[in-house]
C-alpha cells in the first residue's frame, strides 16, 4: 500500500521527529555527564566527595573553564556541518544529506562514549557536532518543504515536541543510573552518551523510504517526480491532478523560473553579502536568521538551564529534590510545546514572538528579584526559594510555547528555492554562535553578578519586541514561493514590505487568472520578460 495524505504525513513528521529528538537528547545529555564522578575523574575536572546512602558521590568542579570548552567545542561541529549541509543540501538532495549527517553522529557517539581523555573528547564531540549541524540545516527544511502552508509551523512544532522528549528521557536516564552502585561507575555516563545511536538508527533506516522535497526536485528538473510526491502529499487517493497538487506545483514552475536567473549568487559569500541576488534581498533574509537564533539564547533559556538548581538549592532543597525539581521543570518544558503547536500558525509567528517575550521578561526579572530575596532572608527561604522557581517553570511553560519553535521555524520558510538548504545553514550559524558563546559567558556572568544575569536577559526580552516588530515579516499561512514577494522589496521595514507584497500577490492572481505564468508583472519588480513570461520549451527544461 501506498501512503499517501495524511498518513504519509503523519509518517514523515514522526520519521522527521527522530532526528529532532536526537538534537534535544544530545543537548540535554551533558548536563547528567559533567556531574558524574567518573567523567569528572577521566577529564581531570574535579574530585567527589561521598555525602552519605541518600545522596552518593557528588563531584565537585575545580576546572570549570575546561568543563565549559568541552561541552561549547560542540558548537563549533555544529557550525561546520551546517554549511557543510547546507551545500550538499541544495546540491545531492534532503535525503542524501540527513544520511551523511546520521553517519557522522554515529562515528561521533563512539567515540565519545569511548573516550579516555579530554583531547580525545573534545575531538569526538566536533565530529558529532558536525552531524548536528547536518541534520539541523536539513531536516526543518525537508519538513517545510512538504507541509502545506496552513500547518507548516505546527509540523515543525510538533516535532520539537519530540525535542524536548528527548531532553527529558536524558534527564531521567541519567538521573536513574546516579543510583547504579555508589555512582561512581563508568556506566553512569557512557551509557547514555552511546544511547543517542539508538534513535539516529532508527531514523537512518526509516530515511530512504521517505519521499524527497518535490521543491528540490523541480529545481533540479525532475518534474515528473515532483508531481507524484506532490499528488501523494495533497491528495489522500495520490492523485497528481488533485486541484491543490496542481496549483502548488504551477507555483513551484513560476517560483524556479523566477529564480534561475540569479543563481550567481548560489555561493555562502554571495549570500552574506546579497551579491548578483537580483533584488531578492537575500542578505537581508541572511542576517534575519542569524539574529534571531542568536536572540533566541540571549531571551534566556541557557541561563535558566544553569541557574535553576541553583535556585532550587538555594531553596533549602536537598539534592535530590533538586534534581527531581529540575526534572520536572523539563517535562513542564515538553508538554508547552504542545501549546506552540496549537498557536503557531494561528496566533503567527510574530505575535508569538511578542507574548512571549513579555512573559519571558518579566518571570527572569521576578526570578531575580526573589533569588536576590532569598539571599538577602535565608530564613524566608522557603517562601523566597519557592516564588523564585515558580518563576522559573513559567519561563520554561512560555518559552517551550514560543520562542523554542518560531526562531527554527522561520529560517526554512523565508529563503529562496534554490539557497534554501544554505539559508537555514546560516540559522544554525545563529543557534551556534549563541549557544557556544553563552556556555562561555554565562558561568562568568553569575560568579560576576549573580542573579542580575537574570535581570540583563530580562532586558533582552523587552528590547526584541521593537526589533521583531520593525524587520521581521509575518510568514503563517503564506506558501515558500510568496516569500519572495515579502522581501523583494527595497524597505527592510515590515509595513513596507507588507504593502509590497500585497501589490505583487494581486499581480500574481490577475496574471493566473489571464492564464499566464504565476509571476508579477515584469515591469513592477525589473525581472526581465524572458524570467517572467518563458516559453513552453523552456519550462520543461527546468
Not at 45 to 54: Q, V
Not at 238 to 261: F, M, W
Request: glycine share 10%; hydrophobic share 45%.
Amino acid at each position: 500500500m501506498v501512503l499517501a495524505g495524511r498518513r504519509m504525513y503523519y509518517t514523515i513528521n514522526a520519521v522527521a521527529g527522530l532526528a529532532i529528538f536526537f538534537f534535544g537528547y544530545d543537548q540535554g545529555m551533558m548536563g547528567g555527564v559533567n556531574t558524574s564522578p567518573d567523567y569528572v575523574r577521566v577529564m581531570k575536572l574535579g574530585y567527589s566527595t561521598y555525602e552519605g546512602p541518600s545522596e552518593g558521590y557528588v563531584a565537585t568542579i575545580t576546572q570549570p573553564t575546561r568543563q565549559g570548552g568541552i561541552v561549547s567545542i560542540y558548537y563549533l561541529g555544529t557550525l561546520i556541518g551546517c554549511l557543510m549541509g547546507g551545500v550538499l543540501g541544495d546540491r545531492v538532495g534532503r535525503i542524501k544529506t540527513m544520511l551523511l549527517g546520521g553517519i557522522w553522529v554515529l562515528v561521533g557517539a563512539a567515540l565519545q562514549c569511548s573516550a579516555q581523555n579530554v583531547a580525545w573528547m573534545c575531538c569526538a564531540r566536533i565530529i558529532n557536532g558536525i552531524g548536528t549541524g547536518y541534520l539541523n540545516a536539513i531536516v526543518p527544511v525537508w519538513s517545510a518543504e512538504v507541509a502545506t502552508h496552513t500547518s507548516r509551523g505546527a509540523f515543525i512544532a510538533s516535532e520539537f515536541t519530540l525535542n524536548i522528549f528527548g531532553v527529558v528521557v536524558a534527564y531521567w536516564l541519567e538521573f536513574a543510573l546516579g543510583f547504579v552502585g555508589d555512582g561512581r561507575s563508568q556506566v553512569r555516563w557512557r551509557f547514555p552518551i552511546a544511547f543517542q545511536i539508538v534513535p539516529v538508527l532508527a531514523f537512518m533506516a526509516c530515511i530512504p523510504l521517505m519521499p524527497e522535497s518535490p521543491r528540490w526536485l523541480i529545481k533540479m528538473g525532475r518534474l515528473e517526480e515532483a508531481r507524484q510526491i506532490l499528488g501523494r502529499l495533497r491528495s489522500e487517493d495520490g492523485s497528481v491532478e488533485a486541484p491543490h497538487a496542481q496549483r502548488e506545483y504551477e507555483d513551484i514552475i513560476a517560483n524556479v523560473a523566477l529564480e534561475k536567473e540569479h543563481s550567481k549568487r548560489n555561493s555562502y559569500v554571495s549570500m552574506f553579502f546579497g551579491l548578483h541576488d537580483g533584488g531578492l534581498h537575500v542578505a537581508r533574509r541572511v542576517q534575519l536568521s542569524i539574529w534571531l537564533q542568536i536572540v533566541q539564547e540571549w531571551v534566556g533559556i541557557a541561563a535558566i538551564t544553569v541557574y535553576a538548581p541553583i535556585i532550587f538549592a538555594e531553596a533549602g532543597y536537598g539534592a535530590r529534590k533538586s534534581q527531581w525539581l529540575s526534572g520536572l521543570n523539563d517535562i513542564t518544558y515538553m508538554l508547552s510545546t504542545l501549546l506552540a503547536v496549537a498557536t503557531i500558525d494561528r496566533l503567527g509567528r510574530r505575535v508569538g514572538l511578542w507574548w512571549g517575550a513579555v512573559g519571558q521578561g518579566i518571570s527572569l526579572i521576578l526570578a531575580g528579584a526573589f533569588s536576590r530575596l532569598l539571599k538577602d532572608h535565608p530564613e524566608k527561604s522557603a517562601q523566597y526559594g519557592g516564588a523564585a522557581a515558580l518563576f522559573v517553570f513559567i519561563y520554561t511553560f512560555i518559552f517551550g510555547a514560543t520562542w523554542l519553535t518560531i526562531p527554527w521555524v522561520y529560517p526554512t520558510e523565508t529563503f529562496p528555492l534554490e539557497v534554501r538548504a544554505k539559508g537555514n545553514a546560516f540559522g544554525v550559524v545563529g543557534w551556534s554562535i549563541g549557544n557556544g558563546w553563552l556556555t562561555l559567558l554565562n558561568p562568568v556572568m553569575f560568579s560576576r553578578i549573580g542573579e542580575n544575569t537574570l535581570h540583563v536577559f530580562g532586558a533582552v526580552n523587552f528590547l526584541s519586541i521593537p526589533l521583531v516588530w520593525a524587520f521581521y515579516p509575518e510568514t503563517a499561512n503564506r506558501t515558500l514561493e510568496e516569500m519572495d514577494y515579502l522581501f523583494m522589496s527595497k524597505s527592510p521595514f515590515v509595513w513596507d514590505e507588507e504593502a509590497h507584497f500585497k501589490k505583487m500577490k494581486e499581480e500574481v492572481e490577475r496574471n493566473r487568472a489571464e492564464g499566464r505564468m504565476a509571476l508579477p508583472d515584469a515591469e513592477q519588480h525589473d525581472i526581465n520578460d524572458q524570467t517572467c513570461t518563458p516559453s513552453k520549451p523552456s519550462l520543461e527544461k527546468l
